[in-house]
């Protein structure tokens, strides 16, 4: 193992041990919400790709999950690469703020931090409720870990939340100057009722009760943005069937529970603890 490339992440990190769960795909789509409640965000991303174009989105998604993919799991080079081309196209983009008029680069800090926490928040609110184990300071080292990710799509790490206290605090803040534009309620309006290429019709079938969980994961503040109710019961209603959900995957045998590369993630962690195990032994 000493001298092989992991990427940002590798063995012993919290993300390698919450990204690779199934249940994490609620997470996944929990962030467009959440992340779609920055207006000038939302803007940016509206007008700039095919996200509000039925026939073009599943493209788009995609291209993003593949992002996410080598982010976590990729080599240095790997994420050096897809690293420059986001923020190269980026960097070419801006958006038009239709509150004032103003043009707005896409690429602004404000707009690049808030994506980011979206994501941040979405993974480890939903891994943590599921019941994925993880120890309060674990999960203070996940959001940590996920600086090194901020950094890659331009970000200085020096600026993002380090711990949940930091990450909560980002977000009371960040109440006061959010709400659900027109495009982020269209979006979550096609969450129920997607169009989908004819391969994933049953998805379409199933969006409703998919639809109904992910909402239900958002903060009640959050909800209440997008004009749902914010009730403590749909919160438990959201956890309770999180925990089924992971009990549920847990089930299934891990070579077909987890994708190739988490697969692999999880042989290096156990590989990685043996050699520590060993060492301790031996010293």
């Known amino acids: 193992m000493e001298g092989e490339d992991y990427g940002l992440f590798g063995p012993g990190s919290v993300t390698w041990k919450v990204m690779g769960e199934p249940v994490l795909v609620v997470g996944g789509v929990r ?23 039925p026939n073009a989105a599943w493209a788009r998604l995609g291209r993003t999950v593949e992002f996410v993919r080598v982010r976590t799991y990729g080599t240095r080079e790997e ?16 958006g038009l703020d239709l509150r004032t008029g103003e043009t707005f680069p896409v690429d602004d800090p404000e707009n690049l931090l808030w994506v980011h926490m979206g994501e941040v928040d979405s993974y480890l609110d939903v891994a943590r409720r599921a019941g994925v184990p993880l120890t309060a300071a674990e999960a203070d080292a996940f959001v940590d870990e996920q600086r090194r990710a901020a950094e890659v799509v331009g970000l200085d790490p020096v600026n993002v939340p380090a711990s949940v206290q930091d990450m909560r605090d980002y977000y009371a803040d960040m109440r006061r100057q959010i709400w659900a534009c027109r495009e982020a309620r269209e979006g979550m309006r096609r969450l129920f009722n997607p169009s989908v290429p004819r391969q994933f019709l049953p998805l379409k079938l199933a969006a409703p009760a998919i639809g109904a969980l992910v909402v239900s994961t958002l903060p009640r503040w959050a909800r209440r943005m997008y004009g749902l109710p914010g009730l403590p019961t749909s919160d438990l209603a959201a956890t309770l069937a999180l925990k089924g959900l992971y009990r549920t995957t847990r089930v299934i045998p891990e070579r077909y529970r987890y994708s190739p590369d988490a697969q692999r993630a999880r042989r290096l962690t156990r590989e990685h603890e043996d050699d520590l195990l060993t060492w301790s032994i031996a010293s």
């Open 79 to 94: 994420v050096d690469r897809v690293g420059r081309r986001v923020r190269k196209l980026h960097s070419k983009l801006t």
């Open 31 to 53: 962030a467009l919400l959440l992340q779609g409640l920055h207006p000038r965000s939302m803007w940016g991303t509206a007008q700039n790709s095919e996200l509000m174009d």
